[in-house]
């Protein structure tokens, strides 16, 4: 759409969209953002499924927990809040797509790594996938946040999935309001000043001692 847009196409064939209401999104990752999306979410009718190591009494009302394959199996959306580790890196891989439906949508804010990206794009190429919204992909490291106008970025998967127009890719952005800037700032300069001054700072990262 953005496409056609862009090259003063204004015809909508094609470009029908479905209704969230009624609709299965499955949450990876039920912590703050995904409890903040799930509450958004209920307010559109959809039925909510999560999967978390812990699950929250908070949404108890709103969301029913499930196991992974069960969420892959049943949502026409899959969305990723989880965070990154060695047991969640490709958590998305070739046999969890091939567990979900082919009209679904899979969107991933949360860490390239957790997508397989070469299996993705079998996946949305063999019309396994309808489609894919990613704001983080593998390999981003060697690109985001530059401006490279006449770099060629030599990444064939991430070539394939921005010349698809069933998956909308963005630059690793989805966190950048201004309040998140500035809470961000400030936290760091206050945990600075508690450090200073000899308390206890939370999430304090413990460095091994060095010898002399």
Do not use: W
Not at 23 to 39: K, P, Q, S
Not at 126 to 152: N, W
Not at 156 to 173: D, I, K, Q, Y
């Amino acid at each position: 759409m953005l496409r056609r847009f862009d090259a003063q196409d204004f015809r909508t064939d094609g470009l029908e969209g479905g209704e969230l209401a009624g609709r299965t999104v499955g949450i990876i990752g039920a912590g703050n953002i995904g409890a903040t999306l799930a509450r958004c979410l209920s307010g559109f009718g959809c039925e909510i499924l999560a999967t978390d190591p812990y699950p929250r009494p908070d949404l108890d009302t709103i969301v029913t927990y499930v196991d992974l394959d069960e969420l892959l199996r049943r949502s026409d959306v899959v969305t990723i809040h989880m965070a990154l580790s060695e047991q969640t890196r490709h958590l998305i891989d070739r046999d969890a797509l091939a567990q979900m439906k082919p009209d679904a949508i899979l969107i991933n804010c949360a860490r390239g790594p957790m997508v397989d990206t070469a299996a993705l794009v079998d996946a949305l190429a063999e019309g396994r996938l309808a489609g894919a919204g990613l704001d983080v992909v593998e390999g981003e490291e060697a690109f985001s946040y530059r401006d490279l106008p006449t770099h060629i970025v030599d990444d064939v998967a991430f070539a394939r999935l921005r010349a698809m127009p069933n998956v909308v890719v963005t630059s690793h952005m989805a966190y950048l309001t201004r309040e998140v800037v500035r809470e961000t700032v400030q936290r760091g300069f206050g945990h600075a000043l508690m450090f200073a001054a000899g308390e206890d700072v939370p999430f304090e990262i413990a460095l091994p001692d060095v010898a002399d």
